[in-house]
Nanobody
């Protein structure tokens, strides 16, 4: 069973930055994504990146502020953070393609999940 472990969460003031990392126990060749869930809200897709060259997808709420990348780890650089970004952030993976924004940012399409890391944006 593939294991994903997130790190890098914490507390930051509005306008600040954080970088989340996700380490997989084995190589996942398919689509990787970050999701988040705030208290009382459904889990939502934040960003997704394909295994090879291809389109990267972002939720409208984070475009221009967040950057997803993958190498030895799978990272999410978060800049200009807002209080609305406070949530538990999860990394997720699947062996298939990202295919489309709707598919890539839907939690139903992912087989592997991390345990989550808390991000709190507050003054």
């Amino acid at each position: 069973q593939v294991r994903l472990v997130e790190s890098g969460g914490g507390s930051v003031q509005p306008g600040g930055s954080l970088r989340l990392s996700c380490q997989a126990s084995e190589h996942i060749p398919g689509c990787m994504a970050w999701f988040r869930q705030a208290p009382g809200k459904e889990r939502e897709g934040v960003a997704a990146i394909p295994g090879f060259n291809g389109e990267i997808y972002y939720a409208d709420s984070v475009k221009g502020r967040f950057t997803i990348s993958r190498g030895k780890t799978f990272d999410l650089q978060m800049n200009t953070l807002e209080s609305e970004d406070s949530a538990i952030y999860y990394c997720a993976g699947r062996r298939g393609l990202c295919s489309s924004s709707e598919r890539a940012l839907s939690e139903n399409n992912y087989s592997y999940w991390g345990q989550g890391t808390q991000v709190t944006v507050s003054s």
